[in-house]
């Protein structure tokens, strides 16, 4: 019963997440907020809502390790399993993209916080350090993307026509489904980890984040179906840096994130090592194929492998 509440509240979650995203992006249309500002605010925020929610719900329930392994278990899942498992099915030409300046971008915050880990707990000065440098790079995009054209077709989940019942329905959907979907998850997975015995910071690791890893497999998935690479990529991408800059920046402004000794010596090294990875495919003209594919699935396999080991 208790994996059956957990896959409920993660469902519960992942639902309520794209409700939240859709009545949020069409509502902010309605209101005449430009496309390209919901695209970089409302969108992100909206899509890792699920990750915030658990985030913020494992601090007040005195389970912070959870939180932790949930970003930092998260961004390693969203390189070796989110770009892995399309590329093995579909490869990914990724010899035109061109997202090199958003990749250097999220190294630097992935370098950051990783720096920030062997300073101790994340506090909130650290907190303020790394919404400090989210606001900074969403500053920055925004300035380079006000030249760019963007209407509401290019935002993901506007629909201009849809009916102001529908718009207020999909938000008290999502309002109210979050942090009843985080509830039930966390409480799920605070009773496997002491059934098993083992430490929170594993669940977040594996479990947990594999699960809100899910709504970017699945956008990297019709991305690779449709051979856009760049989506793919960009996808992981963002994700990856708004994870650790916004979920563990907002989370320890709630309570402290002690950082277990595990992370300094080995999850913090997967992570970047994992982001690493994606060098050749940034920053050269080679392309992801199913060989690639298969080595990345392989290597996340064995990562899990170690760590519930």
């Known amino acids: 019963m208790t994996y059956f509440m957990a896959l409920l509240g993660l469902g519960i979650l992942l639902g309520a997440g794209d409700c939240l995203v859709k009545g949020a992006v069409n509502l902010s249309l309605r209101l005449g907020v430009p496309a390209l500002i919901v695209s970089l605010t409302v969108v992100a925020f909206g899509t890792s809502a699920p990750e915030l929610l658990i985030s913020i719900d494992a601090v007040l329930d005195g389970v912070p390790g959870l939180a932790l392994g949930n970003v930092v278990g998260s961004n390693t899942a969203n390189v070796l399993l989110v770009l892995g498992v399309p590329a093995l099915i579909y490869g990914l ?58 209407t509401p077709e290019d935002v993901e989940g506007a629909d201009p026509g849809m009916a102001g019942w529908k718009i207020g329905v999909f938000l008290a959907i999502g309002l109210v489904g979050l942090p009843l979907g985080a509830n039930i998850l966390i409480d799920s997975a605070k009773e496997i980890a002491q059934s098993l015995g083992i430490p929170d910071s594993v669940i977040g690791l594996t479990m947990v984040a594999i699960g809100t890893s899910l709504p970017e497999l699945a956008t990297t998935f019709v991305a690779a179906a449709k ?8 996808n992981v991408i963002g994700s990856n840096m708004f994870n650790l800059l916004a979920i563990i920046g907002i989370a320890a402004l709630v309570g402290d994130i002690p950082v277990d000794e595990t992370f300094l010596r080995l999850d913090l090294w997967v992570m970047l090592a994992a982001s690493l990875a994606m060098v050749p495919f940034v920053f050269t003209s080679a392309r992801m194929t199913r060989p690639v594919g298969l080595a990345f699935c392989l290597l996340y396999g064995f990562y899990l492998w170690w760590v519930v080991g």
């Open 93 to 150: 030409d990724t010899s035109a993209s061109e997202v090199r300046q958003t990749y250097t971008i999220m190294m630097g915050a992935s370098v950051l916080f990783t720096a920030l880990a062997f300073f101790g707990p994340f506090t909130w000065w650290n907190a303020l350090i790394l919404l400090a440098a989210l606001a900074a790079i969403l500053g920055m995009q925004l300035r380079e993307g006000l030249a760019t054209r963007v």
């Open 227 to 234: 051979r856009q690479a760049d989506v793919a990529l960009g």
